[in-house]
């Protein structure tokens, strides 16, 4: 039997390669056979997790309430020290100074990517701003979120933090940061589903004694991860229960 | 003798700023504290999210930095106080059954909130509480709070004034 593990689709595509790579090596360190699938957007991913084709995933935030409260996934590891936050910025020579300056019908570039929108819509509440007041439009990447902004397509854009500060120097100089989330507990986790729970211990012990294994610090550095950090069942529904405060 | 309460009476040299006013404040569980509340207000940290814990009974089990910085008390004190360590003698009784009974019936709660410092100043937040439930039990709950507009707390205020003055 093969399993399959997939990746949120928010990941850098610089770390494409890095998510084979990472595959090879688990597949060695447990010795099962695993089929790494990538999704181009969460619409897709979510279609097979709802169909049960996933037994791993390395899971945005946002879905993994639904993947430990309703599918039963336990949690592996999450990258070491690595949060998600959001950035909102405008564009260089926006009028806008800060977040209760932003007016109805504000214009917001924003991603798919779930756990950086809702962070986005948050952090834009004190202006009174909701998603019956602002018009959304979705683009594909942040970089294009970027172009929208410093295009005037958009009057703000959601960035997930990381991104925006792996922006190019040219970009982010049209770009002014409106405000940025210091939140410090939502990050993405690796997520073990209930056919591949057998291998649960194992998969922890190579994750946790990774940067000793001969190959492991080449793999993570593909990854673009310091290295793992254990998560306990309670960080996990600790976080998912913050999340679900965030969402209506 | 009556119970005693958990939380000191507040003394006027706890208090930041000269004016302020004084009230009884009488809890839940029957116990009653001093309170002298200022007109001082602390601004919201930007970007951040004042997160608290509870027990199923509302004593503090788990509160983060922004939360500890907001309160004006130290975390040791805050761990295994009950919550109304933050209840402020402008919020209305009714805004807090609200809550209670919303949680008894298995439902999250949102709602405006202005809390007490330690130092007698106070800070509005916008709050939802959601019940921890663990292998199908009840083992606390989440307070999570973020920044609430300026529109908003002027509103409540306002109905939370009226609210009180019928009590
Ligand atoms: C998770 C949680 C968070 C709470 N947060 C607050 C708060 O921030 N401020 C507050 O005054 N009461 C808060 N309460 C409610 C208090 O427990 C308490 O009901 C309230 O302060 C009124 O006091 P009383 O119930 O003794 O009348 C919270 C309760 C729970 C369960």
Redesign the interface.
């Known amino acids: 039997m093969s399993f399959n593990l997939t990746v949120s689709p928010d990941f850098t595509p610089d770390h494409i390669a890095g998510w084979f790579i990472f595959n090879t090596w688990l597949q060695k360190a447990i010795g099962e056979g695993i089929h790494l699938e990538l999704y181009n957007s969460f619409e897709a991913q979510r279609k097979d997790i709802d169909a049960d084709k996933i037994d791993m995933i390395y899971a945005n935030p946002y879905d993994a309430s639904m993947l430990v409260r309703e599918k039963g996934f336990l949690p592996v590891a999450t990258p070491a020290g690595e949060r998600d936050e959001a950035v909102i910025a405008v564009s260089a020579g926006s009028a806008y100074e800060t977040i209760e300056d932003l007016k109805e019908g504000l214009r917001i570039a924003t991603t798919d990517d779930p756990d950086v929108h809702v962070m986005g819509m948050i952090m834009i509440e004190p202006a009174d701003l909701n998603k019956g007041n602002v018009e959304i439009s979705y683009a594909p990447s942040y970089v294009i979120v970027a172009k929208h902004v410093i295009q005037g397509k958009a009057d703000a854009g959601f960035f997930l933090k990381e991104a925006y500060d792996d922006l190019s120097g040219v970009i982010r100089k049209q770009l002014r940061e409106l405000i940025s989330s210091q939140i410090y507990v939502i990050r993405h986790m690796l997520l073990v589903g209930p056919r591949l729970q057998h291998k649960l211990d194992a998969i922890k012990q190579a994750l946790h004694n990774m940067q000793q294994d001969p190959k492991g610090p080449g793999v993570l550095q593909a990854l673009g991860f310091e290295g793992w950090e254990d998560v306990s069942q309670e960080d996990t529904e600790f976080m998912i229960d913050l999340m679900e405060t965030l969402v209506d | 003798m009556a119970k005693q309460c958990p939380l000191p009476d507040m003394q006027p040299e706890d208090v930041k700023g000269a004016a302020y006013r004084e009230y009884i404040q009488t809890f839940f569980d029957g116990t009653s504290r001093k309170i002298l509340c200022t007109e001082i207000e602390t601004p919201?940290p930007?970007?951040?999210?004042i997160?608290s814990?509870t027990d199923p009974e509302g004593i503090i089990t788990h509160a983060?930095q922004s939360f500890v910085y907001m309160s004006g008390w130290t975390e040791q004190e805050l761990i295994g106080a009950p919550h109304y360590i933050l209840r402020h003698p402008d919020m209305p009784i009714l805004g807090f059954k609200g809550l209670w009974d919303t949680l008894a019936e298995g439902k999250?709660w949102h709602g405006y909130v202005k809390n007490l410092r330690k130092d007698g100043g106070y800070y509005w937040v916008?709050a939802?509480?959601?019940a921890?439930i663990?292998d199908g039990k009840l083992v606390g709950y989440?307070?999570?709070r973020?920044?609430?507009?300026?529109?908003?707390v002027l509103a409540h205020a306002d109905v939370y004034a009226k609210l009180r003055a019928e009590e």
Not at chain 2, 46 to 49: Q, R, S, V
Not at chain 2, 146 to 152: A, F, T
Request: charged share 35%; proline share 4%; net charge positive.
């Open positions: 919201f930007e970007g951040k999210l997160v814990r983060n999250k916008y939802t509480v959601v921890n663990r989440t307070s999570v973020r920044k609430p507009s300026r529109k908003q």
